[in-house]
Each structure stands twice: as structure tokens, then as C-alpha cells.
């Protein structure tokens, strides 16, 4: 049974930049969550997905959105890049809300 | 609010020892609570779930036990192995009212089993 997959694993931007990420979660799991992970704020979380709506957000500004697809696919973007958007951005998915959470193996993003 | 706390940041012990990682949280009102493992660079694995109602879990040389009314966790791991080494991360779901709020993170402990 595949895992949750991120795409792309690495990528570099410049500020002012916007970038997309994207999250396919275990088959058969209708909710996808996303985490930033930095050194010093460790996990954070940004929003959660069930069946294409938005269950939750986190405590983030508007330069960070999401979305989910009726496949449950989910993709995040961020524009306007600022240098401390640099992290790794993990995507996880779970057969319920509130259910065991499976994490994939990110995606790094560099803004310089 | 809401806080996630594991003491102490770093661990290093000898292998084959057994120890004990710590997780304490604010408010004892607990959807669920969760261990993950993340090795250096890569994603979390799922260790072990305990729902509010379960004292314990079990899965293989790992025991999670979970007491609400005094806000605490552990992570029990028997016979340490250099390959255990990795930062050891727990996350709680509170309840709110009849619903769930998202997982809240502790800063992890990181542990290294010298061989």
C-alpha cells in the first residue's frame, strides 16, 4: 500500500516568489493535513482537508492557502515568499478526522 | 492554551539500556494522543496512538502509556538500539466541545543510542 507522496521533495525560490506543493494521501483516506516544520517553531500546523472542505486552519497569514481535490489530492501554495517561509512542509493523511496520522516525507523549500 | 511539552530536548544513552521519553500537556479534556519518530531530513512515523479512554499501547519493544488527570505520557523503549536513534515527537487532539481541534506538537526529544 502506497504511502502519502509530496512532490516536489526540494526546491529553491527566490522572495516575491509564490510556490505549489503537492500532497496524494494513502488511498482510501479522505483527509489531509499540513504541518511547516522549522528549527525554532518546530511543527506548526497550517490547515486540514476533509472531502474538499476546510476543516481547520492554523494561525497563518493569508499568503498560505490550500486546497483538495475530489481525488483528495491536496496542494498548498504560498506566494509572495519571504525568506523565513524556508522549511520543511509535511502533508499527512488519515482515514478520519481526528484518526492515526500518516506523514509523508516532505517537501524542503529554500527561499533565498 | 494548549501546550505540548517533552523534557528533556536530548538523550543520549548507552545501547541496550532501557528508557523513558516524557510528554506533558495542558488540559486533560484529550481526543487522543500520538508518538511519532522522525529520523534527521524526512518525514514522521507513527509509532503509537492512544485514545482518551486507553491507558496503554503496546507495539513491539514500545509501550505508551497515558495518564489524562495528571497530564502525562510516556514512551517506554526496552532494549535500546543504535538504530532507535532519532527524534522522538508526541502530538495531542483535543476535544472541543463535540468536535476535534488539529494535532498540537511537542519540540521532540532527541535520542542517541550509543553502540
Known amino acids: 500500500k502506497a504511502g502519502v507522496t509530496q512532490t516536489p521533495r526540494y526546491l529553491i525560490k527566490t522572495r516575491g516568489q509564490q510556490v505549489t506543493l503537492s500532497c496524494s494521501p494513502i488511498?482510501?483516506?479522505?483527509?489531509v493535513s499540513w504541518y511547516q516544520q522549522t528549527p525554532g517553531q518546530g511543527l506548526q500546523f497550517l490547515f486540514e482537508y476533509f472531502s474538499e472542505t476546510q476543516r481547520n486552519k492554523g494561525n497563518f497569514p493569508g499568503r498560505f492557502s490550500g486546497r483538495q481535490f475530489s481525488n483528495s489530492r491536496s496542494e498548498m501554495n504560498v506566494s509572495t515568499l519571504e525568506l523565513g517561509d524556508s522549511a520543511l512542509y509535511l502533508c499527512a493523511s488519515n482515514l478520519r478526522v481526528a484518526g492515526e496520522l500518516f506523514f509523508g516525507e516532505g517537501s524542503r523549500l529554500t527561499v533565498l | 492554551k494548549q501546550e505540548v511539552t517533552q523534557i528533556p530536548a536530548a538523550l543520549s544513552v548507552p545501547e541496550g539500556e532501557n528508557l523513558v521519553l516524557n510528554c506533558s500537556f495542558t488540559d486533560s479534556a484529550i481526543y487522543n494522543l500520538q508518538w511519532f519518530r522522525q529520523d534527521p531530513g524526512k518525514g514522521l512515523t507513527s509509532l503509537l496512538l492512544i485514545q482518551s479512554s486507553q491507558r496503554e499501547q503496546t507495539s513491539g519493544r514500545l509501550n505508551a502509556s497515558l495518564d489524562k488527570s495528571s497530564g502525562r505520557s510516556t514512551l517506554y523503549i526496552a532494549a535500546s538500539q543504535p538504530g532507535d536513534s532519532a527524534t522522538y515527537l508526541c502530538?495531542?487532539?483535543?476535544?472541543?466541545?463535540?468536535?476535534?481541534?488539529?494535532?498540537?506538537f511537542g519540540k521532540g526529544t532527541k535520542l542517541s543510542v550509543k553502540p
Open positions: 488511498s482510501g483516506h479522505r483527509s
Open positions: 502530538a495531542v487532539i483535543w476535544n472541543y466541545g463535540g468536535s476535534q481541534g488539529n494535532l498540537i
